[in-house]
């Protein structure tokens, strides 16, 4: 059976995230056709993407991408039985008003859903600081099942470029996702023994 899986895009900055997360799942669509994504933007998305990877956000996702008040989109309701989403990246507006139950879009309504079915919903902020604000809302978020996975390379597998800390995010996402069958990153235990400093 095919994991369904809701890609949130935030105006957040962080959208090099979205597009490598989109990049991985669109391949493994293609050639492995164990997935089925949906893709929800907010109104501020299109812009940072063109900001920070270039392009048009539209052209450039390889699934189609549901109007932000396309309530007909499957997984706007919990009987669709979609399994999973991951808001990448997640502003601080988006996570405070999941953290609210305030569904406004087609983005926080999925995200609601999520929440409500008990299915799996990742939050990646990228943000700082972090004011008192947005910690009380990560924790609330928490609370209510989310996975709150910030924006925080990794470099313990030597990343040797930008992409390579962008991939170290991605995979972790992947990971919580139910997708962890993926060679994106090396993993801590295949990492080569090093002596102690």
């Known amino acids: 059976m095919k994991r369904k899986i809701v890609v ?20 493994r ?4 056709e164990d997935v089925e994504i949906g893709v929800c933007v907010s109104s501020t998305a299109p812009e940072v993407w063109r900001l920070e990877c270039g392009g048009d956000l539209r052209e450039g996702c390889p699934f189609p991408i549901r109007a932000a008040r396309d309530y007909g989109a499957p997984y706007a309701s919990g009987s669709a039985g979609w399994d ?6 997640c502003s601080m507006s988006t996570c405070a008003k999941v953290a609210h139950g305030i569904s406004d879009t087609l983005l926080t309504r999925a995200a609601d ?14 943000e700082t600081p972090l004011s008192l604000v947005h910690l009380e809302n990560l924790t609330a978020l928490a609370r209510a099942g989310t996975v709150v996975l910030p924006a925080s390379p990794a470099f313990y ?30 993993r801590w235990g295949d990492r080569p023994a090093t002596e102690a400093r």
Do not use: C, W
């Open 84 to 89: 999973a989403m991951a808001i990448v990246p």
């Open 29 to 32: 669509a293609r050639s492995r």
């Open 113 to 126: 859903v999520m929440l409500k079915e008990r299915r799996t919903l990742v939050v990646v902020p990228r």
């Open 157 to 186: 597998g030597g990343p040797a470029t930008v992409d390579d800390l962008v991939r170290t995010v991605v995979a972790r996402v992947l990971d919580h996702l139910g997708l962890a069958d993926h060679d994106l990153v090396r």
């Open 8 to 27: 949130g895009i935030t105006g957040a900055s962080g959208a090099p995230y979205a597009r490598e997360l989109l990049a991985y799942l669109h391949d």
